[in-house]
């Protein structure tokens, strides 16, 4: 499935679900990271999983800290790089594809992403900064 097919399913609701483990998930976040500035990259990545979660009755699972923050890990491992394809930042950036929760967990207690608030909206690392996205 080309890039522009897996985000019009992804967009629509109709991508399998086995589409969207974690693979898919890194790969919707680096086609948007490709298309659009960083902020809208992440906006449009966080609601569209929330939607997409939403219309398969998982909405309770999904959590914006956590995909922003590994928003700004895949930014920071090329995925804005217009000339890096998606296989070539997958093979350059395996263990964010094999570990994201232990890289995450580089900047998050599990404390401080088990909150709500964590949950419904982006908050800052309390442990280490997160890569700039600048």
Same mark, same amino acid.
């Given at each position: 499935? /080309? ?7 992804? !967009?629509?609701? +109709?991508? $399998?679900?086995? %589409? ?7 790969? @919707? !976040?680096?086609?948007? &990271? ?10 449009? /990545? ?7 979660? /939403?219309?398969?009755?998982? !909405? +309770?699972?999904?959590?914006? /800290? @956590?995909? %922003? ?6 930014? =920071? ?6 000339? &890096? ?6 093979? *350059?950036?395996? $263990?964010?594809?094999?570990? =994201?929760?232990? *890289? @995450? ?8 992403? =088990?909150?709500?608030?964590? *949950?419904?909206?982006?908050? $800052? ?8 996205? !600048?």
């Amino acid at each position: 499935m /080309t890039d522009t097919e897996f985000a019009a399913r992804f !967009a629509d609701c +109709t991508l $399998p679900p086995a %589409e969207f483990n974690h693979r898919g998930h890194v790969r @919707i !976040a680096w086609i948007n &990271l490709q298309r659009l500035p960083f902020g809208d990259a992440v906006r449009a /990545t966080c609601e569209g999983i929330r939607s997409y979660a /939403t219309s398969l009755g998982a !909405a +309770t699972k999904f959590h914006w /800290t @956590i995909t %922003e923050a590994l928003m700004h890990l895949l930014h =920071a491992g090329g995925a804005s790089d217009p000339s &890096l394809p998606f296989e070539q930042f997958i093979d *350059r950036n395996g $263990p964010l594809l094999a570990d =994201a929760r232990g *890289r @995450i967990a580089l900047h998050y207690t599990d404390a401080a992403l =088990a909150t709500d608030e964590a *949950r419904n909206k982006f908050i $800052p690392p309390d442990l280490a900064p997160l890569p700039s996205a !600048a």
